[in-house]
């Protein structure tokens, strides 16, 4: 298994049939003199529109630093052309780094439009000062916004860090916390729980506390104005993580995936009574080069989890497939999208086996390359938006952000075809 699996991780690097393909700049750090962007997120809304947002850093560093504004663009016809860069005014930092104002940048957006109507929420990390510098009496807080026209305008902030997550945990066993950082990219919606109005969302962070970061996710049942800790505060799922992700399995279990050096850890919450999100998490699990899991080499770096339903052609036999995004490397470089077969209960039943003996990969770059999210498009296509160096190199603080249509059929060589129609005893809305 080891000498397959490292020749796969040579074909995926090396024999990169990507690079020729079309490909869309949605923001462009053309110098490193340029003011930089980071940090993709993308959403698809009900209506079938592509929403982009990403980071513009005036300050050329992290959300804490100083200013940081979000910029959008959109487009109507699944990626095809792009609208021109809009900026909400209500998402323009104004870079005063004084103790408690939260109106200095904003940055790290995760995104959600809602699957039955034509409203969108916007999280993202708000204020200062930086993550790493942050203190139980000073720290990051978490900006809420709201859209009820697919993104194409928004609400002002409401700053909701304090309720959502620091108070809850410092009154927990688990402790004070000194820092939250929202992860970056999608946030996810249930594709099968629904408790009132809306179906449920999942946001996963990482906090920080002195000693240790520790991954933690947060649910709504009604689309964010109020939020709870998954399993509770007292311990976290993924002691010392980093930036996360979450999607639901096809049981309809939680899967936590963080970043971690030369991989990913993985964990799995398990519901027995999922209208009141009962349950427990299990074990964390490492994912990387010596279980035949997905290896970052010689990095750890954000990325996308997703769950998409697929017909293998071998055998017309209906499943899913995992994908999970990160750069290949060697360093944050290469940056491509693993895939697993989840063809039975089996491949999932614990973290240790989503953890092992991936599929394949599929390289989306040879550039150097770091950050990487995506959403499933109205035509069912993957919507891939990724941090490369374009045009220069990142001693400016940025990339470029890059836009790619990606359907499963190409991401697995002609090996699966999408197939709407879910698997299985449970209908899930895809």
């Known amino acids: 298994m080891k000498h397959f699996r490292s020749n796969l991780f040579a074909l995926c690097l090396f024999l990169c049939p990507a690079v020729s393909e079309a490909q869309t700049e949605i923001f462009t750090t053309p110098t490193v003199e340029a003011i930089p962007y980071r940090i993709p997120a993308i959403a698809t809304t009900r209506g079938g529109d592509l929403v982009a947002v990403g980071d513009y850093r005036y300050c050329r560093a992290d959300i804490g630093a100083g200013r940081i504004d979000l910029h959008f663009r959109r487009s109507s016809d699944n990626g095809k052309t792009w609208g021109d860069i809009y900026v909400p005014p209500t998402m323009q930092g104004d870079g005063d780094l004084t103790p408690g104002h939260e109106e200095a940048g904003y940055g790290d957006a995760a995104i959600v439009a809602d699957r039955g109507s034509r409203r969108m929420m916007l999280l993202s990390c708000s204020g200062g000062p930086l993550f790493g510098r942050s203190t139980e009496q ?22 909701i860090g304090e309720e959502t997550i620091y108070r809850p945990l410092t009154q927990s066993q688990y402790g004070p916390i000194w820092a939250w950082f929202v992860g970056s990219g999608r946030i996810l919606q249930s594709r099968y729980v629904k408790t009132g109005k809306y179906y449920r969302l999942y946001c996963a962070g990482v906090s920080r506390n002195g000693k240790e970061n520790a991954n933690w996710v947060i649910y709504s049942d009604d689309f964010g104005e109020t ?16 930036e996360p992700k979450c999607e639901e399995l096809p049981d309809g279990s939680l899967l936590l995936s963080s970043r971690a050096w030369g991989g990913r850890y993985y964990n799995i919450f398990r519901f027995t009574e999922e209208k009141t999100a009962t349950g427990a998490w299990g074990k964390r699990a490492f994912s990387g080069k010596d279980n035949g899991g997905v290896e970052a080499r010689q990095n750890a770096c954000n990325g996308e989890l997703m769950v998409v339903p697929v017909t293998r052609r071998a055998d017309r036999k209906r499943m899913y497939l995992l994908l999970q995004s990160l750069p290949l490397g060697p360093g944050r470089s290469n940056v491509g999208i693993y895939y697993k077969e989840l063809a039975s209960p089996a491949d999932y039943a614990t973290p240790e086996a989503v953890a092992a003996n991936w599929t394949g990969c599929y390289p989306v770059t040879t550039l150097p390359s770091a950050y990487s999210t995506m959403t499933l498009q109205a035509d069912h296509a993957i919507g891939f938006f990724y941090e490369e160096e374009t045009h220069c190199g990142t001693s400016g603080g940025g990339y470029t952000l890059m836009y790619r249509r990606l359907p499963v059929e190409q991401i697995t060589d002609g090996k699966y075809d999408f197939t709407k129609k879910s698997v299985g005893p449970r209908k899930a809305r895809f």
């Open 138 to 159: 000073h720290h990051q807080g978490m900006a809420r916004f709201y859209s009820d026209d697919e993104g194409k305008t928004w609400s002002k902030p409401t700053y």
């Open 227 to 242: 939020w709870d800790v998954l399993g509770g505060c007292d311990a976290s799922p993924i002691p010392g993580g980093d």
